[in-house]
C-alpha cells in the first residue's frame, strides 16, 4: 500500500477533479444539479459516519440529532440576529459538537456498546425532533423559512444549485482529509483496536473513553456543518430535520461501503443513491414506492454477496492486477 | 534483589456475589526478577491479574506500582505507568494485520515519528517478519500468543504480566517463548510475572513463585521449596490419605 500512495493521491486528486468538472455536462438542468448535490451531501454524512461508526466500531445512528442541530443553529442566528450563514455553519457545528461530548461522555463512560449504543443513539434523534417542536422561540410545528432573497451572497442563498455543489464538494474533500489523517495515525488505529476489543486495547494504553469521545465529536462536528448547508440549500428548516430515516440510511451506506475505509462509504452512496434517486425519478409517476423495494433488495444482495461492504470488491481487483 | 518492590500488593480482596476470588492476598515483586503465579484452575489468579492491571477494581485492600497506588485507576492509565498484560484467552485484532497489533503498543510510548521504528524493532525480535502484513483473525494458537507478547512488550513496560503465555505451545514454541522472555529481562530491564500451567516453563523460567488457592496464598518460596510444599501437593493432587 505505502509504495501505491503517491498513485492513490494522484488518483484521489484525479477523481476530484472529475467531480469538480461534472456538473458542466448538466449545467441546463437544475435537476441532476440536485441529484449531484444530494450525493456529496450524503458522501459528507457517510464519510464523517464512517470516523465513529466504521473505525470505533459504535453503530451510531444519531446523524439526525446533529443535523438539525447544525440546520437549526445556522437558521437562529441568521433570523435572529442576523448572522451569515458561513459563520453560523461552524456554529452548527460547534453546537452539535458540544451536544455530542455531552451525551457521549456518559455514553463511553458507562461503557454504553453495541445495540445498545444503537438504540441510544436513534433515541436521541426523536428526543430532540419533540424538544425542538416544543421549543417556541427557537422551533415549533412550522418550517421556519429563510429570508427569500433570489441572491445572496451573504445569505448563502443561489438561484442555481451549482454553487451549493461546489460547497458541498469542498466540505466532502475535507471530511474525506480528515477522515484519512484520523486513519493513518494514532487516533485511527487505536479506534480499529476499540472496535475489535475494548478490554486489549486498554491494557495497551489505549484510552477508550477519550479516543471514542474525540471520534464523535468529530463526526458531530462534520455532521453540524452540513447541517447548516442543508437548511441553506432547502431554504427552510423544520422539525424533521432530526431524521430517524436519514440516521439509518447513513449508518446503512457506511456499513455497505466497508467499514473503516476512507472511500467505502463514499463509494456506496455515490452508486446507490445515485441509483436510488433515478430510479425513484424514473418510476416516480407510474409506482410510487417501487423504487423502495428494488433499494432494499439491492442492499440485501450487497449485504449477503459482500459482507465486508463494496470496498472489498475493489480491493479485490486490486489483489489480482497485483 | 535492591530496592523497593516493583509491585507491591496488600490484603486485596474481590468478590463476585458471595464467592470471594481473592481474599486478602498480598504478594510483592521484586524490580528484575521473573515471579511465577501457580494454582489450580479456579485458583483466582486470572482475577488477580485483572485487578492488578486495572480491568477490575479491588473490593479492598492495596496495589502499589513502583511506590504509587494504582487501584481504581483504568487499564491505560496503568500501562502508561509501565505495566502491560497479556490474556489467557487470547484477545486479538480482528480487523488488524500482526504489524498494526504492536503498533498499537508502539504508541504508548512513541508519537508518529518514532512508531515506525519500534515496531520494526518487536517484530524482528519476535521474530515476526514473515507474518507482520497477515491479519490476526487468520493466525493459529501459537503465533497469536507470540503476537500478544509481542504487542504488549512494545509498550515498553517496566512490570509485564503474562497470562498462561505458554499454555498450547509445543516444546519448541515454549524452548522459543522462554528465550525471548528472558533476553527481554535481561535487555529490556523487564520485570516479569508470569501465570502458568506448563510446569517445565514455570521451573525453567522463575526464580520465585507463589501460589494462590481458592483466592489466597498458600506458599511462596524457590522452585524447589514449592514443588517440595505440602500444601501445594495437596492443593493441585488432594489430601494424602493419612494412616
Redesign the interface.
Given at each position: 500500500m505505502r509504495r501505491n500512495s503517491r498513485g492513490s493521491w494522484l488518483l484521489a486528486i484525479a477523481l476530484a477533479a472529475v467531480a469538480a468538472a461534472l456538473p458542466l455536462a448538466f449545467l441546463r438542468n437544475q435537476y441532476n444539479l440536485i441529484l449531484l448535490t444530494t450525493v456529496a451531501l450524503y458522501g459528507v454524512l457517510t464519510s464523517a459516519w464512517n470516523i465513529i461508526g466504521g473505525m470505533a466500531g459504535q453503530l451510531d445512528l444519531s446523524a439526525g440529532a446533529y443535523l438539525g442541530l447544525g440546520a437549526y443553529t445556522t437558521a437562529t442566528l441568521l433570523l435572529r440576529w442576523n448572522i451569515t450563514p458561513w459563520v453560523g455553519m461552524f456554529a452548527g457545528g460547534v453546537v452539535a459538537m458540544g451536544f455530542a461530548f455531552l451525551v457521549g461522555f456518559p455514553l463511553f463512560r458507562f461503557r454504553i456498546r453495541e445495540v445498545w449504543y444503537a438504540l441510544s443513539s436513534s433515541a436521541l434523534v426523536v428526543v430532540l425532533q419533540v424538544v425542538f417542536l416544543l421549543w417556541k422561540q427557537v422551533g415549533g410545528p412550522m418550517e421556519r423559512l429563510l429570508p427569500s432573497a433570489s441572491f445572496s451572497l451573504y445569505n448563502l442563498r443561489f438561484q442555481s444549485y451549482l454553487p451549493y455543489y461546489y460547497i458541498m464538494l469542498v466540505l466532502l474533500l475535507a471530511t474525506l482529509f480528515i477522515a484519512y489523517r484520523i486513519r493513518t495515525?494514532?487516533l485511527g488505529?487505536?479506534l480499529?483496536?476499540l472496535?475489535?476489543?475494548e478490554?486489549?486495547?486498554?491494557?495497551?494504553?489505549?484510552?477508550?473513553r477519550g479516543s471514542k469521545l474525540k471520534a464523535l465529536v468529530i463526526y458531530a462536528f462534520l455532521v453540524g456543518i452540513t447541517g447548516g448547508l442543508y437548511a441553506c440549500i432547502y431554504g427552510f428548516v423544520h422539525t424533521s430535520f432530526f431524521s430517524p430515516t436519514i440516521s439509518m440510511e447513513v449508518a446503512i451506506l457506511g456499513i455497505v461501503g466497508g467499514l473503516?475505509i476512507i472511500y467505502g462509504p463514499l463509494l456506496a452512496t455515490v452508486i446507490l443513491v445515485t441509483g436510488r434517486e433515478l430510479l425513484r425519478a424514473g418510476l416516480g409517476g407510474r409506482l410510487q414506492s417501487l423504487y423502495l423495494v428494488i433499494y432494499a433488495v439491492v442492499l440485501i444482495l450487497i449485504a449477503l454477496l459482500r459482507p465486508r461492504g463494496l470496498a472489498s470488491l475493489l480491493g479485490a481487483w486490486r489483489k489480482e492486477r497485483r | 534483589m535492591s530496592g523497593e518492590p516493583i509491585l507491591q500488593v496488600s490484603e486485596l480482596c474481590k468478590s463476585f456475589g458471595n464467592l470471594a476470588a481473592l481474599n486478602r492476598v498480598s504478594f510483592h515483586i521484586a524490580p528484575g526478577e521473573i515471579l511465577g503465579l501457580i494454582g489450580p484452575n479456579g485458583a483466582g489468579k486470572t482475577t488477580l491479574f485483572n485487578t492488578i492491571s486495572g480491568l477490575y477494581h479491588p473490593d479492598g485492600g492495596q496495589v502499589a506500582f513502583k511506590g504509587q497506588s494504582i487501584g481504581g485507576l483504568s487499564p491505560h492509565a496503568i500501562c502508561k505507568l509501565g505495566m502491560s498484560r497479556t490474556f489467557q484467552v487470547t484477545q486479538a485484532f480482528e480487523h488488524l494485520s500482526v504489524a498494526e497489533a504492536i503498533r498499537i503498543g508502539a504508541y504508548n510510548r512513541h508519537g508518529e515519528r518514532g512508531v515506525e521504528a519500534k515496531v520494526r524493532e518487536t517484530v524482528a525480535f519476535f521474530g515476526l517478519e514473515k507474518i507482520q502484513d497477515w491479519k490476526c483473525s487468520d493466525l493459529g494458537l501459537a503465533p497469536l500468543k507470540r503476537v500478544e507478547v509481542a504487542r504488549a512488550a512494545a509498550t515498553d513496560p517496566e512490570l509485564l504480566l503474562l497470562d498462561e503465555a505458554g499454555a498450547g505451545l509445543n516444546a519448541s514454541e515454549l524452548a522459543e517463548l522462554m528465550e525471548m522472555l528472558k533476553t527481554l529481562r535481561r535487555k529490556r530491564d523487564m520485570t516479569l510475572c508470569v501465570v502458568e500451567h506448563v510446569m517445565p516453563m514455570v521451573m525453567g523460567l522463575c526464580e520465585r513463585i507463589i501460589v494462590l488457592d481458592y483466592g489466597e496464598l498458600i506458599a511462596e518460596g524457590t522452585p524447589e521449596m514449592i514443588s517440595k510444599n505440602e500444601k501445594v501437593i495437596e492443593a493441585y493432587l488432594g489430601r494424602r490419605s493419612k494412616r
Open positions: 495515525r494514532r488505529y487505536y480499529l483496536a472496535g475489535d476489543n478490554d486489549a486495547a486498554e491494557v495497551l494504553g489505549v484510552d477508550a473503516g | -
